[in-house]
């Protein structure tokens, strides 16, 4: 397989798009047609062949614009980028996952070269060609977080796990759905999920930590979580919230299939060797609502989500205002028809909207 | 299957160090890398006695970064109920094992200005690794080390020679004792306090820093317990719809991995808390030794820790 990856933009003028591949194989994250949190966690262990779940880190066709949009963030913002002294060995640890997944997943774009402590990297998209020694941080350009992560699509949480609790010590945050690193560092797993309705009093936090806390090497797990963005903005963060927060108000029932984009993460979970520090990989998928109404059962099943959706919910994931001309919109993709269990599109066996 | 992921290893180096200690060497049986760990992991050991499956938990003390081969140190148990003797007295050269991933409960805190080892007897093996993972990055870090007898001793005259500076021994013999007051005394801010060995030198150093003002953050301790063998009972899986007996020599765990109830673990010592399991009902006592629960959740009789904690009475029936 040769990719191909796109020439665009996540900002300004918004070149952004998926093409008829990316849309096929987009994590659509409602397995039923309603919602609620739970602790939805199951093994990273591969899936069907090219769905994002096939490799244990995803390449597609965004990846070199990703990356580039990365840098100009960083370049605007480098606290966007931040390890805690004591992570820099997890720096190395994540470094190292990465890049051997990526050079036996994607052999044809990623090369590792390893002679005891002499490394070769070649990152074939981004012309990087690079050999250095590991574990000595003066033979790479950045820290090893930092030089990893900017050549790997999505965000990096790096969790320092100590005192039975997980601790946001170091990450690369530059794609978020309206979090900071610069305000969560150094705080722990409860203090970091406080600002989260609903999911508290059900517990979920308590389950879900116990479950990370026992994460065992060779053993990841994954998960998908989703939220709304009005156009397709990668950098979602509350230090530029006065760029894009304003951009809500701009949706129009004309304009709403091409700017409404569901914004999905695919969060993988891998404990990391030399530092037993764990690395929560949040990778970002964002689709408009218009590809996502070619797929039938996407579309029935869209707006019985967003229908149903608790008040609460719609409001901490910031579309509670827009959810009337949402629903108006997504109720002509809604024949009735029930819907097949489970995320993946099922073309062959759903049927082609009834009107 | 429960537990970590698995690996296949061969044994390639059985060297009996002492009476009482015999250090073994496992490599991959398809000749490739084993996985990096961190110092303070352990590896869970399957050893096939007959119709028996033994899982017998052991901290790794070769070097954290190599990659060729795990060493662990078995000491022979002549009471306990013959993991160890089995290690001891059936494992040859050659013999094919499995072993999981390294899983580690006993992780250096790495924002430690310094590292205070305090080891008794056999709980010096997480340290061997932790200080040659501290040695590797240029560490601050000191041993403590109490074993019963030079001969006992198990790698002091290595460590000796190695680090003699940062060693120091005592032995119970010449009543050489470790002056825990005077040591955590003498410590600069930012150390944290690490200690291995039997139950009560553990209490001791934990009430001992404890009392000094420690943080509780600073005071890490690991004690694996090995199951102790007591009187029959039986158990009712509501899950499973399953009644099963657990015998004298076993434990609860074990009785349900015999009747093919998968249940999880990671460390069958009572540390890890991965086999947590909700009690139904129950007439009758529990003797529970994990230290997992807290004292309020002992005393609750909602709770069980199957891998190590047994009951006597009529009736108990769990969410299994």
Known sequence: ?355 | MSGAEKIAVKVTEIVPLNDLVTRFKFERVDGGLLPTFSGGAHTVVEMQDGDITRLNPYSLMSDPMDQTAYTISVRRDDEGRGGSLFMHTRVALGDEMVISYPVNLFSLDLRAKKHLFVAGGIGITPFMAQIKQLERFNGHWELHYACRTPALGTYGDELRAHHPNETRIYYDDQDQRINLADLLEGQPLGTHVYVCGPKGMIEWVRNTAQADGWPREAIHYEEFLAPKPGKPFEVKLAVSNKVIQVGEQESLLEAMEREGVDAPYLCRGGACGQCETSVIDYAGNFIHRDHWLDDAEHDSGEKIMPCVSRFEGKTLVLDR
Request: one cysteine or more.
């Open chain 1, 1 to 355: 397989m040769t990719l191909q990856f796109n020439d665009e933009t996540f900002r300004d003028d918004y070149s952004f798009f998926n093409s008829e591949r990316a849309i096929k194989r987009f994590p659509f994250p409602f397995h039923e047609d309603s919602y609620m949190y739970s602790v939805n966690m199951e093994q990273h262990r591969g899936g069907p062949v090219d769905s994002v779940y096939e490799k244990r880190f995803d390449v597609d066709e965004h990846y070199v614009s990703e990356m580039r949009d990365r840098a100009m963030v960083l370049a605007d913002d480098p606290l966007r980028c931040q390890s805690l002294p004591h992570m820099t060995l997890a720096g190395w640890d994540l470094l190292e996952l990465i890049m051997v997944s990526k050079s036996e997943d994607y052999p044809d774009l990623f090369e590792l070269h390893r002679d005891g402590d002499k490394w070769r990297w070649i990152n074939r998209p981004l012309g990087i060609d690079h050999s250095f020694t590991f574990l000595d941080e003066t033979t790479l350009p950045y820290g090893p977080m930092e030089y990893i992560t900017r050549q790997a699509q999505g965000d990096y949480a790096v969790l320092d796990q100590r005192d039975d609790n997980l601790w946001m010590d170091a990450g690369m945050i530059t794609t978020q759905a309206d979090w900071s690193l610069d305000f969560d560092i150094g705080m722990n797993f409860f203090e970091w999920h406080a600002p989260v309705p609903l999911a508290h009093e059900k517990g979920i936090f308590v389950r879900a930590l116990k479950f990370l806390l026992n994460i065992q090497q060779g053993a990841p797990a994954r998960r998908l979580n989703w939220t709304m963005t009005v156009n397709p903005l990668l950098d979602t963060s509350p230090e530029n919230y006065h760029k894009w927060g304003i951009q809500k108000t701009t949706l129009t029932p004309e304009n709403l299939g091409a700017k409404q984009h569901l914004r999905v993460e695919l969060q993988t979970f891998f404990r990391l060797p030399r530092s037993n520090a764990l690395v929560f990989p949040i990778r970002c998928y964002l689709c408009s609502f218009q590809d996502l109404m070619s797929v039938p059962k996407w579309g029935r099943r869209l707006h019985r989500v967003i229908r149903d959706l608790p008040d609460e919910l719609a409001t901490y994931k910031g579309f509670i205002d827009n959810r009337p001309m949402m629903l108006d919109y997504l109720a002509a993709f809604d024949d009735g028809l029930l819907t097949s269990p489970g995320i993946w599109p099922d073309l062959d066996t759903e049927p082609a909207l009834q009107k």
